[in-house]
């Protein structure tokens, strides 16, 4: 095997394979607790039980309530812990299950109060601030029942409690987390079993994805309307047929099938409240198939293939090389932006996952473009003017989308990374 041909197994190998860690925990409105620890923060033990976008209830109908609900979520404590109370004794542990929105996250601990503590500490329960045991909250003012915490007590020496159901209805449009927390350092080697169950009033999307059925639906409309014309002119002009012609009709109906999953995806994840792992798949792995086609196509085309060059000749091997890596570490970016929660990695893993996207999306722009320039030359030497003119406005065509998907990516920082900071 070529020592260039190892290397790019190898990546797409170490792509596929963190593509598969990282898809191991599927985002959902139904938000699954298999055993997991608390953490500790400050003086305070924490489980992040997660976030959703979530619109307000509507009043007018029953149907389109927007809620959290707790399904038999159990707290389990060791024997240790448990052992160090009496059979009898009432309330020997509190978890507590913290809902706040993301605009009072503030509102969580004694910061207000100058103090650093999660927990009420001795000092602030003797001036009435909080009571010993518990998360300091400070009520928001426009809505004293925010941020919302339901209590959950252990009792004697069970080492398992289960909270109460519970149905947290939702009234304003935001932001909100769950978090459950406790103060008693003796509950460490806590564990949480359940699931929690959040839902939108149209649906179980999260607020973020919901306008994406929407869409996906029309581009699924767009896609076909589309593709019947293709199809019209294809027949229409049946003896003057190129190749390529076939190619594009290829990238046609990868985009039709591309849309169509994703659109089903959306449809399911809204009404049961998990991702389908087969669609999602099914939909990543088309994205990925399109996107690679759709650049192999725009380069072979600015070569002059099917124009100026019968073949590609001895760059095949290339194209295709460059082709199969940009598939792989796109398909594995798509697996964890769509299968897992890629806030949950750190930004080297990100950095590992986005960057080779990155820089195989800047080499097929430059070769692209250097091909145009010598595909260019070509045809003026060989005084073809009317492809000459073709190729022309194909070129400032190319440059323009190149310019409007930079300046995209420059707005998308500004907004979410800090020009607004900086303002």
């Keep these: 095997?070529?020592?260039p041909r190892r290397a790019a197994l190898s990546l797409a190998l170490g792509l596929s394979l963190v593509a598969l860690l990282a898809a191991r925990g599927a985002d959902a409105s139904v938000h699954e607790y298999a055993g997991g620890g608390f953490a500790p923060r400050a003086n305070s033990f924490f489980f992040h039980g997660g976030s959703e976008g979530l619109y307000a209830s509507d009043p007018s109908s029953n149907s389109s309530a927007s809620f959290i609900r707790f399904d038999t979520v159990v707290f389990r404590r060791t024997l240790e812990s448990a052992s160090r109370h009496e059979e009898m004794q009432q309330k020997t542990g509190l978890v507590e299950a913290i809902i706040v929105e993301i605009q009072d996250r503030d509102k969580i601990g004694g910061s207000y109060l100058h103090s650093d503590a999660i927990c009420c500490t001795p000092e602030l329960d003797k001036e009435k601030f909080c009571r010993v045991g518990e998360v300091i909250i400070r009520p928001n003012p426009d809505n004293p029942e925010w941020p919302q915490r339901i209590q959950t007590f252990f009792e004697g020496k069970n080492e398992e409690t289960?909270?109460?159901?519970?149905?947290?209805?939702?009234?304003?449009?935001?932001?909100?987390?769950?978090?459950?927390?406790?103060?008693?350092?003796?509950?460490?080697?806590?564990?949480?079993?359940?699931?929690t169950v959040w839902r939108n009033p149209q649906g179980y999307l999260p607020g973020k994805m919901a306008p994406m059925m929407t869409f996906y639906g029309f581009m699924s409309l767009a896609y076909l309307a589309l593709g019947l014309l293709w199809f019209i002119q294809f027949v229409r002009c049946w003896k003057d047929i190129l190749q390529l012609h076939y190619h594009i009709t290829a990238v046609i109906a990868l985009g039709m099938c591309e849309m169509a999953f994703w659109y089903f995806e959306y449809a399911n994840f809204n009404s049961t409240g998990t991702r389908p792992m087969g669609i999602t798949i099914w939909a990543v792995t088309f994205?990925?198939?399109?996107?690679?086609?759709?650049?192999?196509?725009?380069?072979?085309?600015?070569?002059?293939?099917?124009?100026?060059l019968p073949?590609?000749?001895?760059?095949?091997?290339?194209?295709?090389?460059?082709?199969?890596?940009?598939f792989v570490a796109s398909e594995a970016l798509e697996l964890?932006?769509?299968?897992?929660?890629?806030?949950?990695?750190?930004?080297?893993?990100?950095?590992?996952?986005?960057?080779?996207?990155?820089?195989?999306?800047?080499?097929?722009?430059?070769?692209?473009?250097?091909?145009?320039?010598?595909?260019?030359?070509?045809?003026?030497?060989r005084r073809s003017m009317a492809k000459l003119e073709l190729y022309r406005k194909f070129t400032n065509s190319l440059a323009v989308s190149v310019l409007i998907s930079i300046a995209w990516i420059g707005y998308e920082i500004c907004v979410f990374r800090g020009c607004r900071r900086g303002g």
């Design 1 to 3: 095997m070529r020592p």
């Design 162 to 195: 289960t909270m109460l159901p519970q149905l947290v209805s939702i009234n304003k449009t935001g932001m909100y987390y769950l978090y459950f927390m406790f103060c008693d350092p003796q509950l460490k080697g806590l564990k949480i079993t359940g699931r």
């Design 287 to 308: 994205t990925a198939v399109k996107k690679t086609v759709s650049r192999l196509l725009l380069l072979v085309v600015s070569m002059g293939y099917g124009i100026v």
């Design 311 to 326: 073949t590609l000749g001895g760059i095949t091997s290339r194209v295709a090389a460059l082709g199969f890596i940009y």
């Design 336 to 381: 964890v932006e769509n299968l897992g929660n890629i806030n949950d990695f750190s930004g080297k893993t990100r950095l590992f996952l986005v960057l080779p996207v990155a820089i195989l999306d800047a080499t097929f722009i430059i070769w692209i473009f250097s091909s145009l320039s010598r595909t260019l030359e070509k045809l003026q030497l």
